[in-house]
């Protein structure tokens, strides 16, 4: 009895161990102390080797340490592992992309198709993910038409976006049309997205078209003059 005893502190022990080292790792990502972070989840997974927590935070971590590769087969195995868990599809496409991004352009070109079907499964399992829809918006949007870029296709998740988050689909809309230099068109979508957010991001899409890409210093004053007065 009494060795049972000392077993069940040791494990007591063993477990609130592992829940302050991941508290600890959490700490660490959300103070951007990234390197930190890594080396305790490291630790950690070697104990806990299946923890779901620690493996997905471990792969958004070396996503901040640009370390595509790890990240992309951090998700890849979670993906493997959840397969009815729409973030994990969305974080292997993110991861990948920026794999398929960073690399070869020939490498490129053979990820595209696992990039393109990990956000759409994400989307699939979940229809109001935000970070999908938008993943799919600036895939279509930058990606060359020779290889399956298409501004219509973008368009068509910026309207999903407009139902699922006004904000976002405005900015989706802004975006691509900025992107295909419809100034005017991008304007009136910013204009909108700001009406309704208010926020810092939709001031600052609208406040850099007017300085950058329509040379409007004036209505950019003018703009930052009655944001910071809120």
């Given amino acids: 009895m009494k060795y049972l005893f000392v077993s069940c502190l040791f494990l007591l022990g063993v477990s609130v161990y592992g829940q302050d080292s991941l508290k600890l790792a959490e700490r660490y ?16 997974l ?30 890849k195995d979670l993906k493997n592992s959840y397969t009815q868990w729409a973030d994990v599809y969305y974080y292997y496409g993110a991861a990948t992309a920026m ?15 696992d990039i393109e079907e990990s956000f759409k499964k994400s989307i699939a399992l979940n229809p109001n993910h935000v970070e999908a829809h938008w ?14 870029g298409s501004l219509n296709k973008a368009k068509t998740y910026a309207a999903d976006l407009l139902q699922i988050s006004p904000v976002d689909g405005y ?31 939709t001031f600052k899409k609208l406040y850099n078209l007017y300085l950058t890409k329509l040379n409007d210093t004036e209505k950019a004053n003018q703009l930052k003059q009655e944001f910071n007065s809120k």
């Avoid at 990502?29 to 950690?44: I, M, N, P, R």
């Avoid at 398929?100 to 198709?113: F, H, Q, T, V, Y």
């Avoid at 993943?135 to 990606?143: P, Q, R, S």
């Fill in 29 to 44: 990502y959300d103070g951007e102390q990234f390197l930190k972070a890594k080396a305790v989840l490291s630790d950690y």
């Fill in 99 to 113: 794999q398929a991004k960073n690399g070869s352009k020939l490498k490129a070109i053979g990820k595209l198709s």
């Fill in 171 to 201: 900015l989706a809309y802004g975006y691509i049309y900025e992107y295909d230099k419809a100034y005017d068109q991008a304007e009136r979508n910013y204009k909108m997205a700001y009406k309704i957010g208010g926020s810092k991001t």
């Fill in 135 to 148: 993943a799919l918006v600036t895939y279509y949007t930058e990606l060359p038409g020779l290889f399956g």
């Fill in 46 to 75: 070697l104990t806990y080797p299946d923890n779901l927590q620690a493996r997905l935070l471990l792969g958004k971590v070396y996503g901040h340490l640009k370390d595509w590769d790890q990240s992309a087969l951090t998700f």
